[in-house]
């Protein structure tokens, strides 16, 4: 079992549309929990992060943890396509190597006009 | 302030050539690290520096791979030998520290080096 696990999709949806992207993970001791963004041929972009179990929303998006699970999403509100990109997760745990990021494959994500 | 850079950004060699990719981490960041993403798969963790130390490098292939950060330049991951296999972006990043705040060791991305074996 990896110990990230993210669907690749490709996922389309229209302009406006909410999009709901997802990834579980097996080790507990993952403590952060990123969204990243990556354009085409670019390098990933950190969009929003998150300390152990929550919400936190900045704008039209919204990152939620749930620990219990092991199982972290990120919505989009009133998607653009400019939001057009693959939609990485990626985590690190606390102390020790925390600077190891683990990443899922990404989702590639397509906004319609 | 300039973000991360990398250079080459496309690079072909064909098998048995040498491979260079050099990194300039952002201004004030003496953290780096490079991953390496394949095709169809995640970005796996490679390799971590600071000034002349190597302080991880459990994710670099055994044979072939080397990295370094020297006190002056850029950080040069280097292939020797390198195999169709070898064929993907690497993607370098710094951070400015390690404390126990995540946005203090925030990793910031640059644009990657696709490289391509013939």
């Known amino acids: 079992q990896k110990e990230v696990e993210q669907d690749p999709g490709p996922l389309s949806v229209p302009e406006g549309a909410i999009v709901s992207l997802n990834c579980t993970y097996s080790?507990?001791?993952?403590?952060?929990f990123m969204w990243y963004r990556q354009y085409s041929r670019k390098g990933p972009e950190l969009l929003m992060y998150?300390?152990?179990?929550g919400n936190k929303e900045d704008g039209r998006f919204t990152a939620q943890v749930d620990k219990s699970s092991k199982y972290i999403s990120l919505f989009i509100r009133d998607s653009q396509p400019s939001d057009s990109a693959t939609y990485l997760c990626?985590?690190?745990?606390?102390?020790?190597?925390?600077?190891?990021?683990?990443f899922g494959k990404g989702t590639l994500l397509t906004v319609n006009p | 302030n300039a973000g991360v850079m990398q250079n080459p950004r496309h690079l072909v060699r064909r098998r048995g050539q040498e491979a260079r990719l050099r990194c300039s981490p952002m201004?004030?960041?003496?953290?780096v690290y490079w991953y390496r993403q394949l095709p169809e798969e995640g970005l796996k963790f490679m390799v971590y520096?600071?000034?002349?130390?190597?302080?991880?490098e459990s994710g670099m292939p055994k044979e072939r791979f080397s990295a370094e950060f020297p006190k002056e330049g850029p950080s040069i991951l280097r292939i020797q030998q390198v195999v169709r296999g070898d064929s993907a972006a690497y993607f370098c990043?710094?951070?400015?520290?390690?404390?126990?705040?995540?946005?203090?060791?925030?990793?910031?991305f640059g644009p990657g080096t696709r490289l391509t074996v013939l």
């Open positions: 080790n507990s001791a993952f403590q952060y």
């Open positions: 998150t300390y152990s179990s």
């Open positions: 201004k004030g960041h003496s953290h």
């Open positions: 520096l600071q000034k002349e130390n190597i302080i991880d």
């Open positions: 990626a985590m690190r745990r606390n102390g020790g190597s925390n600077y190891k990021l683990t």
């Open positions: 990043a710094s951070s400015p520290s390690l404390s126990g705040r995540a946005v203090d060791s925030e990793q910031f």
